[in-house]
T-cell receptor, first 115, second 112 residues
Framework: GNSVTQMEGPVTLSEEAFLTINCTYT??????LFWYVQYPGEGLQLLLK?????DKGSNKGFEATYRKETTSFHLEKGSVQVSDSAVYFC??????????????FGKGMKLTVNP | EPEVTQTPSHQVTQMGQEVILRCVPI?????FYWYRQILGQKVEFLVS????????KSEIFDDQFSVERPDGSNFTLKIRSTKLEDSAMYFC??????????FGPGTRLTVL
């Protein structure tokens, strides 16, 4: 079945440090890939997505590229801020004519950014 | 204004009691999903519901769980006889566009 494996952390960085969170997936067909973020005490928010190979999703300075050859979707940000402290989840879903099927999530990675 | 609200925000119940969690999207949707997140763990799919029928469910979604659309505007997740291990955050999600899901703020369920 479909699955997502990601770095689990927790990770602590200093402000302005470079961030990479690795994510690899196993899936049948060609799923869409997502990064969701969960800020303390809040629900899940879509951070970015990519729907096909070589697509790059980007938002709020974060980027991730859909790499079919390595089945990866690593999240990167060049300079993190204290406000980026959150839990980051990599996820995939098959998209059909009827819409999105269930999201399959990785275990999440807690990031803390210190000033 | 949030696209989805969930009530209650926090529910405390005794083991064996029934709970009903509600999800109210701001606009009509035929398709919605329920997920849960046990504290500190990953988000797990429970069930998807399309046009008043279950379209897919996970192995977690056993006979103790049910979903309904009691009227045209909200969706419910019912747990008939809660267990300690049902303590979790429960999120509903609705489609946004063709390939994205928008999550509600969640209901924290605590089973004592």
């Amino acid at each position: 079945g479909n699955s997502v494996t990601q770095m689990e952390g927790p990770v602590t960085l200093s402000e302005e440090a470079f961030l990479t969170i690795n994510c690899t997936y196993t899936a049948t067909g060609y799923p869409s890939l997502f990064w969701y973020v969960q800020y303390p005490g809040e629900g899940l928010q879509l951070l970015l997505k990519a729907t096909k190979a070589d697509d790059k999703g980007s938002n709020k300075g974060f980027e991730a590229t859909y790499r079919k050859e390595t089945t990866s979707f690593h999240l990167e940000k060049g300079s993190v801020q204290v406000s980026d402290s959150a839990v980051y989840f990599c996820a995939l879903a098959r998209i059909t004519q009827g819409g999105s099927e269930k999201l399959v999530f990785g275990k999440g990675m807690k990031l803390t950014v210190n000033p | 204004e949030p696209e989805v609200t969930q009530t209650p925000s926090h529910q405390v119940t005794q083991m064996g009691q029934e709970v009903i969690l509600r999800c109210v999207p701001i606009s009509n949707h035929l398709y919605f999903y329920w997920y849960r997140q046990i504290l500190g763990q990953k988000v797990e799919f429970l069930v998807s519901f399309y046009n008043n029928e279950i379209s897919e469910k996970s192995e977690i979604f056993d006979d103790q769980f049910s979903v309904e659309r009691p009227d045209g505007s909200n969706f419910t997740l019912k747990i008939r006889s809660t267990k300690l291990e049902d303590s979790a955050m429960y999120f509903c999600a609705i489609p946004r566009g063709t390939d994205t899901q928008y999550f509600g703020p969640g209901t924290r369920l605590t089973v004592l």
